[in-house]
Every structure is written in structure tokens, then in C-alpha cells.
């Protein structure tokens, strides 16, 4: 799957391998000897075009469906409409770009080690992380181990989701150690993310794996490295965008109002829901509704629409666009805390979340102060009687991750980890859950299909093939 293709044909890259999946790509004579085929690219335009890879991710088709399957989003016509009823077959999904953009952040890697550039190899190591943690994330065992050598692997190996998590957290802790070099490359203008700035990518690379360490209940291993991940709302991981029409575009923007309007909306979906249920009630100490006005417009398709907010809102043309960020951080500190019996520290972590809110921040901009209240949590307000306990839970720790949880949710709109809350959240002990409701049917969407093309062509494919309704190991 390793593939050398400069930054500036990567969206062509992105376009070329929807039609294709994880094999060997410009096998024809014809091709390969062309002499104005790129043959090699220098580490820091390889970087741009993996980092534009591995955005594009983060904003795609997959991270819909996710958003939807969550209970987010709600699919109103055509595709997205059968999406959002669970309907979907192997021709559905596709793994182009994911692994070619994997494969370009491990050649990332390994030009890096010719040059001795410790910081851009740990850079490539955690795109590579993320890129991977998304495949095993949605579809569970995954190739992985042999999943960039398409000389030796044309037929790659699927990894057991379990030994894709320990790799994963072996290529983050590399990472992290080359990431803590004394020196290293620096590429300010090919890294539209974090300029070359090598603690935030190594607290990023916290991050991911305090989010991995929670979704496998290994809770003070998750305190551990989010301790040592994203300590501000300056270190958010953020996609740029711009205005310009096919070069910038947020890509929500751009299916929400350009392409695909009123085929997705919140009509239906759980998320309004909550955001009303925290407006005007008896918590008098949070009022969400800037944000419910930051996420949805009401008209824009049709009247009366619960619409993105495409308009002024978190989905406008340049709304930048979350990959990690401080609000997951200290979330994660918060749910795994309060798993751990500490309900102070829990609180401490998500009185920081709240206290963001409160100035107004989410993903890079700035919310209305009307209708915007965060102010500190105390325990008792999550006793039985307490104000942030409306469907009088138990005990305390039942309550707060209760609200942990609410504000997750809300927090990853149109970020796949909803999904995975989603599914998480039915195995981790004890179970809290939000009353999120099943758009059809009785059976709650679990996974995504392996793609055709991988059926097709690889014979180590899992079989029998799971379908959509079928757990993933980790959530068994």
C-alpha cells in the first residue's frame, strides 16, 4: 500500500482510490513506465499531503454515518436517508484514502529516518495512529501488521482488533520518544495543524491514547496519558478552512449547504433533544442554548428544518474542524475518574470543560453569551436531589457520568468518537446511557461492512462477514 504522491495530486489521490481498495494501485506496464510519473517527493511535501489526507478523515462520508448511527444526525433523502435507517452493503464503504493515507504516513516515517528528523518521523507515527484507530474503530479486525508492503503482502493479514490497539499504543509511545528529541526538522508551513510546534503533537499523541485507553476500560492507564495530553483549548488538533469553492471548503459546509442540502439534518436525531432538555430546566446552572443555536439553524432548507448551521454557526465554509482536542481530554480524565471511584478529580476535570464553554469557546470559534451558562459543578449537585440529576440516579458517580457523558455527545457532533461512545457505553461498568433512540428496527448499528473490493480481492477477509448489527471484539 506504500505509495509516493505529492500533496499537490493528493486530492486527486483522494478521488482516484474511492473506485479502489487496499491493493496495489498503477500495476500497467503502460504506467509504470511512464517517464512523467512522480516517482519520489521530499519528506516535507509528503507531509503536507498526508496531514490533507488525513483532514479529509476526519470530515468524510464515514464520519456522517457515524454521526448518525450515534443519533446526532438524522439522514432525510436519498443515501443518507438509508444510512440513517441502518441500511447499508459492502458497496457502501471504501478504505481509499484511509490506508493509502496510512501508508503515506509510514513513508513519512521512513524518509524522516534517512535524514535522522526524529520530530517528523513521530509526526508520521501519529497520523499513522489516527488513521488506524479510525479503520479498527468502525470495521474491528483490520490488517494492520503487513498492511503497508504490497510487494511481500498483496493480500495483507487482518489484525485482531485487540492486537491493533496494542500496536497502536507501541507506534503512539515511539512517538512520543521521538517526539521528546532534542532537535529535529522543522516544517512551519507544510504543518497547517500545529507549525512544527513538536509538544503539541506529542500531547495530541497523549490524547489518542488516553481515547484508546477508554474505549478498553483501562481506566488509570487513560488518567495516565491524558494527564499528559491536551492541556488547553490552544493545543486542539483543528483543521483549517477557507471561503474557496473545490480548494478549502469545510467539508460539512460543502455537503450540508453545497452539494447534498437538506439530505442530512437533526429532525429526528437525539441530539436536539438534549441540548433542549439543558435549556430553561431545573439546572439553573447550565443553559446550552448559544450552542443549539451554534449547531442548528432553523429554515435554511425548508421552513421549519432543524438545519446545520451553515449560516453563522460550527458549519460555515471556514469553520475549522476538530481532530483531538482539550474538551476530550479532560473529558476522558472526567469519565475514567469517576469509573475509578474519584468523583472530585472527576469533577475538577469537567468543571475545566465547562469553564471553556463558558467563555464561549468550541473547535476555534467563539459562541454567543446569550443563551450561553457553564458555571461549576458541585458534588452535591449530582445527589439524588441535586440539580444535575433529572432522571434521579443512584449515587453520585452515576449522575456525573451521566453529565460526562451528555457532554460528549454533545461536544464530538460530526466527529466518528460518538459512535464509538455509543457502543462503549452499553459494555463500561457501571452502564450509563443516554435514551438515544433507534431511528428504525430493534437492532442497534454495531460496525461498518468490510468494503467489496477488499472481499473481492483479499481471501484473509473475517469469515463469516459480520453485517452492520454485528459487535466489534472490543465491545462484546
Request: hydrophobic share 40%; glycine share 6%.
Amino acid at each position: 500500500m506504500k505509495k509516493s504522491i505529492p500533496y499537490k495530486v493528493i486530492i486527486a489521490l483522494l478521488a482516484v482510490n474511492l473506485l479502489s481498495g487496499c491493493q496495489r494501485l498503477f500495476e500497467e506496464p503502460a504506467i509504470q513506465s511512464n517517464p512523467n510519473a512522480v516517482t519520489d517527493v521530499d519528506v516535507a511535501t509528503l507531509l503536507a499531503g498526508t496531514l490533507l489526507g488525513v483532514s479529509f478523515l476526519h470530515e468524510d462520508t464515514d464520519v456522517r454515518i457515524a454521526s448518525m448511527w450515534a443519533g446526532e444526525l438524522n439522514g432525510l433523502s436519498r443515501a443518507h436517508q438509508g444510512f440513517a435507517q441502518y441500511i447499508v452493503s459492502s458497496q457502501s464503504f471504501t478504505w481509499s484514502p484511509l490506508y493509502p493515507v496510512a501508508g503515506q504516513a509510514r513513508l513519512i516515517q521512513t524518509k524522516a529516518d534517512a535524514v535522522g528528523d526524529k520530530w517528523t518521523k513521530g509526526v508520521g507515527q501519529v497520523l499513522e495512529a489516527l488513521v488506524i484507530a479510525k479503520a479498527t474503530d468502525l470495521y474491528g479486525d483490520v490488517p494492520y501488521s503487513q498492511a503497508f508492503d504490497d510487494v511481500a503482502y498483496p493480500t495483507p493479514v487482518f489484525d485482531k482488533q485487540a492486537d491493533v490497539y496494542a500496536a497502536l499504543h507501541t507506534t503512539l509511545d515511539n512517538a512520543i520518544q521521538n517526539l521528546s528529541a532534542s532537535s529535529g526538522l522543522a516544517f512551519t508551513t507544510q504543518d497547517f495543524i500545529y507549525k512544527s510546534d513538536v509538544a503539541k503533537w506529542r500531547a495530541a499523541a497523549n490524547t489518542l491514547k488516553a481515547r484508546l485507553y477508554l474505549h478498553t476500560g483501562e481506566y488509570a492507564k487513560a488518567v495516565a496519558s491524558a494527564s499528559s495530553g491536551i492541556s488547553s483549548t490552544a493545543g486542539d488538533a483543528l483543521i483549517p478552512h477557507g471561503t474557496g469553492l473545490g480548494v478549502d471548503l469545510n467539508q460539512n459546509y460543502d455537503f450540508f449547504r453545497v452539494n447534498r442540502a437538506g439530505d442530512t439534518g437533526f429532525d429526528g436525531a437525539y441530539l436536539p433533544v438534549l441540548l433542549r432538555s439543558r435549556i430553561g430546566s431545573a439546572n439553573t446552572k447550565t443553559d446550552e442554548t448559544a450552542l443549539y443555536n451554534h449547531y442548528i439553524k432553523v429554515g435554511i432548507t425548508a421552513t421549519g428544518a432543524l438545519d446545520p448551521n451553515t449560516t453563522d454557526g460550527a458549519f460555515t465554509a471556514n469553520a475549522p474542524h476538530p481532530i483531538l482536542t482539550y474538551y476530550e481530554n479532560q473529558l476522558i480524565l472526567a469519565e475514567a475518574q469517576a469509573r475509578l471511584g474519584a468523583p472530585d478529580k472527576a469533577l475538577a476535570a469537567l468543571n475545566t470543560v465547562r469553564a471553556a464553554l463558558s467563555a464561549g469557546y468550541v473547535n476555534g470559534k467563539t459562541i454567543s453569551a446569550t443563551g450561553r451558562k457553564y458555571d461549576a459543578y458541585a458534588l452535591d449537585d449530582f445527589g439524588p436531589a441535586g440539580l444535575v440529576n433529572p432522571t434521579k440516579l443512584a449515587t453520585v458517580q452515576t449522575a456525573l457520568l451521566y453529565e460526562i457523558i451528555s457532554q460528549r455527545f454533545i461536544l464530538f457532533l460530526m466527529q466518528y468518537e460518538a459512535f464509538n461512545d455509543y457502543r462503549r457505553l452499553a459494555k463500561a461498568v457501571p452502564v450509563v446511557q443516554l435514551p438515544i433512540p433507534l431511528y428504525t428496527g430493534s437492532q442497534r448499528p454495531q460496525r461498518f461492512i468490510y468494503p467489496q473490493i477488499e472481499i473481492n480481492t483479499n481471501p484473509n477477509v473475517p469469515k463469516p462477514l459480520p453485517d452492520q448489527f454485528t459487535k466489534v471484539t472490543m465491545y462484546q
